[in-house]
């Protein structure tokens, strides 16, 4: 159980077009679904926290019209990388948890590796 | 802000032998402890977690413990396997609050050597 995927694993785009990564929980609902950026040897860093119905919380220094969240359901929330530049390419990784606050565990997806030439 | 430090970023060890990876965090509010392993191109995978309530714990290989007074918790892998080879992350957060989030360590690079 707990299962997290992302859409696509990998995807490559041109400067300036716009490119939209999808997180679904398969065998759970999802009231809270949080989105990271991970570069190359680094930690995870939390970019927002989505929860469903309401507008994302954007943490420190994400532009929120450029990384444009979506969580219209219990299963699925969005992103999208609006206007993308080569110093967006990062690996994506989106997590999900199943019930506000008690227990804390997130159940993460394999993420999406983003590359803008 | 809430902080993590993990030390260290590297760990090279023999098969067989054991490794330890230690994490201090900076908000004593803190109660849930999670441990994450994280294999090249994938996403973090749960390992085992601890909350505050109590002092260690322990899953086959795995143990964890958790000094409250000193802000510090550790990972501890025993018999240490090929297949262990992984970045391995610390994180801490607030159970029970809506808006908890979870804060990383920097994550330890651990090699096993054959």
């Known amino acids: 159980g707990a299962v997290v995927s992302q859409h696509p694993s990998w995807v490559i785009c041109k400067s300036g077009t716009s490119v939209k990564i999808e997180c679904r929980s398969l065998?759970?609902?999802?009231?809270?679904m949080f989105w990271y950026r991970q570069f190359p040897k680094q930690s995870l860093m939390l970019m927002a926290t989505?929860?469903?119905?309401?507008?994302?919380?954007?943490e420190q220094g994400v532009e929120k019209d450029k990384f444009l969240i979506n969580h219209a359901s219990l299963t699925l929330s969005t992103l999208t990388v609006t206007s993308a530049h080569p110093e967006d390419s990062s690996f994506y990784i989106c997590?999900?948890?199943?019930?506000?606050?008690?227990?804390?565990?997130?159940?993460f997806g394999p993420g999406t590796r983003l590359t803008v030439l | 802000g809430e902080n993590v430090e993990q030390h260290p970023s590297t760990l090279s060890v023999q098969e067989g032998d054991s490794a330890v990876i230690k994490c201090t965090y900076s908000?004593?509010?803190?109660?849930?402890f999670p441990w994450y392993k994280q294999e090249l191109g994938k996403g973090p995978q749960l390992i085992i977690d601890?909350?505050?309530?109590?002092g260690e714990k322990k899953d086959q290989r795995i143990a964890v413990t958790l000094n409250k007074t000193a802000k510090h918790f550790s990972l501890h892998i025993t018999e240490t396997q090929p297949e262990d080879s992984a970045v391995y992350f610390c994180?801490?957060?607030?159970?029970?609050?809506?808006?908890?989030?979870?804060?990383f360590g920097s994550g330890t690079r651990l090699s096993i050597r054959p």
């Open positions: 997590s999900a948890r199943a019930r506000p606050g008690l227990p804390n565990e997130q159940f």
């Open positions: 065998d759970f609902q999802a009231t809270t």
């Open positions: 989505s929860n469903e119905g309401s507008k994302a919380t954007y």
């Open positions: 908000d004593s509010a803190s109660n849930y």
């Open positions: 601890i909350r505050s309530n109590v």
């Open positions: 994180a801490a957060s607030r159970e029970g609050s809506s808006a908890s989030k979870i804060i």
